[in-house]
């Protein structure tokens, strides 16, 4: 889906700046986008794709971390520790970040 979405992208902007077509043709692509954008289920999508990309990478860190922070420097070992705790400070009762 990402890359469909990517390649239709690149077209438009691709025909907006190859083409000869105007100010007008463009604005008509502009509201087109906008109003795609501002399409609740859209958002919604976007929305759930950018939280379970953040619980994914949360996971991914976690794991990372454990598994190599014992063979790391001392230095390099309490920078991930603190941002660990950073970590667990971020999140609130509904299991999401402030960020």
């Known amino acids: 889906m990402r890359y469909r ?19 007008e043709r463009y604005e008509q692509l502009r509201k087109g986008a906008q109003r795609i954008a501002q399409n609740p289920a859209v958002r919604n999508t976007a929305e759930a794709a950018a939280l379970g990309g953040r619980q994914v990478a949360s996971k991914a860190f976690a794991t990372v971390s454990e598994k190599v922070g014992d063979r790391l420097p001392g230095s390099v070992a309490e920078r991930v520790r603190s941002l660990r705790e950073q970590r667990a400070a971020e999140e609130d009762d509904w299991g999401t970040s402030n960020t």
Not at 5 to 23: E, I, K, M, P, Q
């Open 5 to 23: 979405l990517t390649f239709v992208a690149g077209l438009a902007v691709g025909y907006v700046l190859g083409t000869r077509s105007g100010r």
